[in-house]
């Protein structure tokens, strides 16, 4: 099994796991040992999957307003602690390939591997939700084929994904690309970098 065929199966499992429940204050069942990557990877698919129901419950057209400012809030807070859990991946990337010397001609790729890994989270996520409409028992015909065909190019994305993600940690293990780590600068969530915050010293 490829690293990101383990990505997938763990992501797949959080998925099913959060949904024994759909409670986004259910508390987190981590199945994994808190030192291994594949604890990392299931907190990372458990947070997008909390955040994934927040985002379906703040477009409630009914919501109270002062709900809808928690939720948000919550979302916002989410997405640091995502892009957090991110970085803390790509430092076990940093750390696995730290003695691999780069060939001469080695390149970067557009992102880092824990961004890409992000995505595959993500599309965890997809799938099992369009799964869950072609399999709805109060849905058209004509909606459960149009959610089956978007299902097929998920499926297809995410294997495009996996290869692609395979591909390039093997290139950086073997020098011919190299990874660089831009760690995220939200200047919103800073104090001293957001106007509105230190303003109101």
């Known amino acids: 099994m490829t690293f990101c065929e383990k990505c997938n199966r763990i992501f797949w499992n959080a998925c099913l796991d959060y949904h024994k429940r759909d409670d986004v204050d259910a508390c987190i069942q981590n199945p994994f040992e808190n030192d291994k990557i594949e604890s990392l990877l299931y907190r990372k698919c458990w947070i997008d999957t909390v955040q994934w129901h927040l985002e379906d419950i703040i477009r409630n057209p009914d919501i109270e307003p002062i709900t809808a400012l928690y939720i ?3 979302i916002d807070k989410s997405n640091q602690d995502r892009t957090d859990l991110v ?10 390939y730290k003695d691999v010397k780069p060939l001469d001609d080695a390149t970067i790729n557009t992102e880092s591997p824990a961004w890409a890994i992000d995505r595959l989270s993500i599309l965890a996520l997809k799938i099992y939700h369009m799964q869950q409409e072609v399999e709805r028992g109060d849905s058209s015909e004509a909606h459960k084929q149009q959610c089956k065909a978007k299902l097929a190019v998920l499926l297809e994305q995410r294997a495009d994904l996996t290869a692609a993600i395979d591909t390039l940690l093997d ?3 073997c020098g011919r ?3 660089k780590v831009y760690r995220q600068m939200k200047m919103y969530n800073d104090p001293e970098l957001n106007p509105v915050l230190y ?3």
């Open 87 to 96: 970085e803390h991946i790509d430092t076990y990337f940093l750390e696995k």
């Open 199 to 201: 303003g109101k010293k």
């Open 171 to 173: 290139d950086i293990a």
């Open 177 to 179: 690309k190299y990874m």
């Open 72 to 74: 948000k809030r919550r």
